[in-house]
């Protein structure tokens, strides 16, 4: 029976008697046995629009049903206990997501297990370190407690890496300004096979400008790079700007 790790978040209505709820669905259900829980963490809003602060907690579920099937138990309990997200990266009452169904690599079209981005966000990662500290990120083949700690020095090394040089320069500057508590380093792809390696911090959050690797060039580049690390920013679903800019708040957490 593989043991699965979901997250909760919520910044609306009396959100920790939502979480309380939601578990005791989850509980209810025959298939499900509810483990180890974590503690309530509050973490600033990710986005402009986002609303006030979150909280954000991590539950042990241990189940025999299928990543969909626990999937669409998860999206049940959401309607049943009237989940609100009206707009995208906005306030909402309630979320339910999967991040690790065992050791197993889903890539579904209604569902990615692990869940793509849970490996640099703190929201995640704090809550689930209390509970799975030594769970292995199939993906990522690092332990949750490295995912999270790697992510703890000031400053934050990060690494913008291909596109062309301009592009890199505008996006540094903006965020250079907005984040000063991260070192940011830009590379070209020119780069990504030779010296880079030697220059960014192997804890680096490397981002990966270059969108998804088509050209044989550019692909050896994108994948020279640190493979437990790196981010293609082509699975970012906003405009560039806006989406480095959620992944840097999300990585820094509550800083």
């Known amino acids: 029976m593989p043991c699965c790790y979901l997250a909760l978040g919520g910044n609306t209505g009396t959100v920790e008697t939502t979480f309380q709820r939601a578990l005791e669905q989850l509980a209810d259900h025959p298939r499900v046995r509810l483990g180890q829980v974590s503690t309530l963490h509050r973490f600033d809003a990710v986005g402009a629009q986002a609303g006030s602060e979150f909280l954000n907690a991590a539950a042990e579920v241990c189940t025999e049903m299928p990543a969909v099937e626990l999937l669409d138990l998860m999206q049940s309990v959401e309607t049943a206990l009237q989940r609100r997200r009206e707009i995208h990266w906005g306030p909402r009452t309630l979320d339910l997501d999967l991040i690790l169904y065992g050791q197993e690599i889903v890539a579904e079209p209604r569902l990615r297990v692990p869940h793509p981005a849970a490996w640099y966000r703190r929201f995640v990662l704090d809550p689930l370190v209390e509970i799975a500290a030594d769970a292995i990120h199939p993906v990522r083949q690092l332990s949750i407690a490295s995912l999270r700690d790697r992510l703890l020095p000031r400053p934050l090394p990060v690494a913008l890496v291909g596109h062309d040089t301009q592009t890199r320069e505008t996006l540094a500057a903006g965020i250079r300004q907005q984040f000063p508590l991260i070192d940011l380093r830009l590379a070209g792809i020119e780069d990504a096979t030779g010296p880079l390696r030697s220059e960014i911090d192997p804890a680096a959050l490397v981002i ?45 957490g509550i800083d």
């Open 208 to 252: 990966w400008l270059g969108g998804a690797p088509s050209s044989s060039a550019d692909r050896i580049a994108f994948e020279s790079l640190p493979a437990n690390s790196r981010l293609d920013a082509a699975t970012l679903t906003s405009p560039l700007p806006i989406a480095l800019r959620h992944v840097i708040e999300s990585a820094l």
